[in-house]
């Protein structure tokens, strides 16, 4: 995507990965919570866009693909606010995906 159309996003966009990267365990999502709050996100301009969410308690990234006419979500593991807060730092400086 050119420069000029990224500038109009109004979300965040992931840095390039590094060669250090650390692997999430990304779980084909399922529902846990009867409601979750998203507290930020990636912007959707991209074939894959993420969500930091929150649900009874606990913290977890929603990853969305969509491509070939199908949509998949997966979620990471459901975790402690500071450690989930840690991974979406790390996810967005490209040092975890």
Sequence with gaps: MPLDELDRCNSPHLSPVSETFVPIDWAVATPRADRVRVRAHTCDCMPVAYELCQ?????FIRRTSRGEGATVVHESPWQRVCEVEELWRRLLE???R
Excluded: T, V
Aim: aromatic share 0%; net charge neutral; no cysteine.
């Design 55 to 59: 649900a009874a308690g606990l913290m």
């Design 94 to 96: 490209g040092m975890a």
